[in-house]
């Protein structure tokens, strides 16, 4: 079964900083990776998708990587806003499920 | 619709009853997913429709949960006889098609159910 693990669970920045969060999964035969952000008492909302024959992909300030042979991805958020606050997850699709992180609990302070 | 909508968004229950959950997806998407969403914990797959079939039941937790969507739209899961571990944020998602490459998942912003 795919393990997913999110590193940090929590972290608080001040605005103005760049940072990265980390996503490590134990199974590669992956079709793509998802990385959604979840605001408290909403759903999820999509930002980025990475198909399995990609390496990255970017969004505005947002930007992803994939690297399958480590299990890996990781999302870079350049010049991190209060607005960025919020849970951040990743999720793994194996072609028969969607399995999620836990979550990093992101806090940018103004 | 423009999004998937959930109903309720909140709902509190006695031990012992049956609840109905509904989820309304984004028109033209053929499948459909609930989530389970625990305090502290991560988003549990629960049942996937693709169509009005469900290829693959086994996360449902025990035989009190139930699915179901007619006409490849609206889906309903069933909880009988509650108990205080079904607490949580039950989340449907849709999408264009079932696990594939280059498919997007829309959430919807979860129904929360709370057993006392």
């Known amino acids: 079964k795919q393990e997913v693990t999110q590193i940090p669970a929590a972290l608080s920045v001040p605005e103005g900083e760049n940072l990265v969060l980390n996503c490590s999964f134990t199974d590669s035969a992956i079709y793509n990776l998802q990385w959604f952000r979840q605001d408290p008492g909403k759903g999820l909302t999509s930002l980025l998708l990475i198909q399995s024959s990609q390496r990255e992909q970017t969004s505005g300030r947002l930007n992803a990587s994939l690297d399958k042979s480590s299990g890996r991805s990781t999302l870079y958020i350049a010049a991190s806003q209060p607005g960025d606050s919020a849970t951040y997850l990743c999720?793994?699709?194996?072609?028969?499920?969607?399995?999620f992180g836990k979550g990093t609990s992101l806090l940018v302070t103004p | 619709g423009a999004g998937v909508s959930q109903s309720p968004s909140n709902k509190v229950t006695e031990k012992g009853k049956d609840v109905e959950l509904r989820c309304d997806p984004i028109s033209g998407h053929t499948a459909l997913y609930w989530y389970r969403q625990s305090l502290g914990q991560g988003l549990e797959f629960l049942i996937y429709f693709q169509g009005n079939s469900a290829p693959d039941k086994s996360g449902l937790p025990s035989d009190r949960f139930s699915a179901e969507r007619t006409g490849g739209s609206v889906s309903t899961l069933t909880i009988q006889r509650t108990q205080q571990e079904d607490s949580a944020v039950y989340l449907c998602?849709?999408?264009?098609?079932?696990?594939?490459?280059?498919?997007?998942?829309?959430f919807g912003a979860g129904s929360r159910l709370t057993v006392l």
């Open positions: 998602a849709s999408s264009l098609a079932g696990f594939s490459g280059a498919n997007v998942l829309t």
């Open positions: 999720a793994l699709n194996s072609g028969y499920a969607l399995n």
